[in-house]
T-cell receptor, first 116, second 113 residues
Framework: NAGVMQNPRHLVRRRGQEARLRCSPM?????VYWYRQLPEEGLKFMVY????????ESGMPKERFSAEFPKEGPSILRIQQVVRGDSAAYFC??????????????FGSGTQLSVL | GESVGLHLPTLSVQEGDNSIINCAYS??????FIWYKQESGKGPQFIID?????DKRQGQRVTVLLNKTVKHLSLQIAATQPGDSAVYFC????????????FGQGTELSVKP
């Protein structure tokens, strides 16, 4: 019974390159959330998606960041033209399709993005 | 604005003692609260949750207390063990926010053997 799977665990990019972070939710979950965590800080909400729909992207930077959750395959968080300030741990979480609100989220182990 | 914060950024306790981690929230509309534990290099792990129609909930060695009057949340860990060493986050949500949780800054718990 696999949990939330994220890959890669570590990603190194040079400034200006693109970063693609992948997240496969728990089996049976169709709600995906992306959070960003800087060192010594809490998790900051970025985006909430359901299959083929972005529900809430209020935490996403307006430029260079995008997210998708296609009908088939994992959710992708894409960061174009990365800058050093994008270096952080990015966590994905999922929740069951029958529970849209007020339920706990199950988190993956995160992707540590380092921008050189 | 809405925020969830913690009173103590670090907490050091002796093994076997009880630990209390506190959290303040400012959004009076919040109706659901969760405590997560995060170990180094790992994702947050669910510990316990509580809804606003309750003021206390107990789990295995953990108890969460909710005081809506002063908008305060606490996590009590009984007989703290070295394996409890981690950063603890409170998070809050309300129906109007959809599924997203708002996290506090975190408290680092260090258990001395």
């Amino acid at each position: 019974n696999a949990g939330v799977m994220q890959n890669p665990r570590h990603l190194v990019r040079r400034r200006g390159q693109e970063a693609r972070l992948r997240c496969s939710p728990m089996k049976g979950h169709s709600h995906v959330y992306w959070y960003r965590q800087l060192p010594e800080e809490g998790l900051k909400f970025m985006v909430y998606l359901q299959k083929e729909n972005i529900i809430d992207e209020s935490g996403m930077p307006k430029e260079r960041f995008s997210a998708e959750f296609p009908k088939e395959g994992p959710s992708i968080l894409r960061i174009q033209q990365v800058v050093r300030g994008d270096s952080a741990a990015y966590f994905c979480a999922s929740s069951p399709s029958s529970q849209a609100t007020n339920e706990k989220l199950f988190f993956g182990s995160g992707t540590q993005l380092s921008v050189l | 604005g809405e925020s969830v914060g913690l009173h103590l950024p670090t907490l050091s306790v002796q093994e076997g003692d009880n630990s209390i981690i506190n959290c303040a929230y400012s959004n009076s509309a919040s109706d659901y609260f969760i405590w997560y534990k995060q170990e180094s290099g790992k994702g947050p792990q669910f510990i316990i949750d509580i809804r606003s129609n309750m003021d206390k909930r107990q789990g295995q060695r953990v108890t969460v207390l909710l005081n809506k009057t002063v908008k305060h949340l606490s996590l009590q860990i009984a007989a703290t063990q070295p394996g409890d060493s981690a950063v603890y986050f409170c998070a809050e949500n309300n129906y109007n926010q959809g599924g997203k949780l708002i996290f506090g800054q975190g408290t680092e718990l260090s258990v001395k053997p």
